[in-house]
């Protein structure tokens, strides 16, 4: 389940920006694993709407997360045209983030703060 407000206008023109970030809890076995995804931009460029999201993992448990994945919805159908730091694909409305091998163990007490993807859509996008 997501929490938070979604702070974005949506507004069509060149130079559109906003942020929002909605957060979500996973768990794995008897690990807790928080899920933080911010909005930090939106633009257009020829008539498609680009918006940047970066991606923080936080591991409140006493335990080693290993192997985690996630799997965001979107309120539009999206494609990838730029990630970093983690092995990142779109389908329809969903975007999967994977680790990459660096990232694919988060100790305990520890946080992912360095995965990001920009999606490319005929619309502004929000989280659902």
Same mark, same amino acid.
């Given at each position: 389940?997501?929490?938070?407000?979604? @702070? $974005?206008?949506?507004?069509? &023109? #060149? !130079?559109?920006?906003?942020?929002?970030?909605?957060?979500?809890?996973?768990?794995? !076995?008897? =690990?807790? %694993?928080?899920?933080?995804?911010? #909005?930090? =931009? @939106?633009? =257009?460029?020829?008539?498609?709407? *680009?918006?940047? *999201?970066? %991606?923080? %993992?936080?591991?409140?448990?006493?335990?080693?997360?290993?192997?985690? &994945?996630?799997?965001? =919805? *979107?309120?539009?159908?999206?494609?990838?045209? #730029?990630?970093?730091?983690?092995?990142?694909? /779109?389908? !329809?409305? @969903?975007?999967? $983030?994977?680790?990459? #091998?660096?990232?694919?163990?988060?100790? /305990? !007490?520890? &946080? $992912?703060?360095?995965?990001?993807?920009?999606?490319?859509?005929?619309? $502004?996008?929000?989280?659902?």
């Amino acid at each position: 389940m997501y929490t938070g407000k979604d @702070t $974005v206008d949506d507004k069509n &023109s #060149q !130079g559109t920006s906003g942020s929002s970030e909605k957060t979500a809890e996973l768990k794995s !076995g008897d =690990n807790e %694993l928080e899920v933080s995804l911010r #909005q930090s =931009n @939106t633009w =257009n460029s020829d008539g498609m709407v *680009f918006t940047q *999201f970066d %991606l923080t %993992l936080t591991n409140h448990s006493d335990q080693p997360v290993t192997g985690w &994945s996630e799997v965001l =919805n *979107f309120t539009k159908e999206v494609s990838i045209d #730029q990630s970093w730091n983690g092995d990142i694909s /779109a389908s !329809g409305n @969903t975007v999967t $983030v994977k680790p990459e #091998q660096y990232h694919a163990t988060i100790q /305990a !007490g520890e &946080s $992912v703060k360095d995965i990001g993807f920009i999606v490319k859509s005929g619309g $502004v996008v929000k989280q659902k």
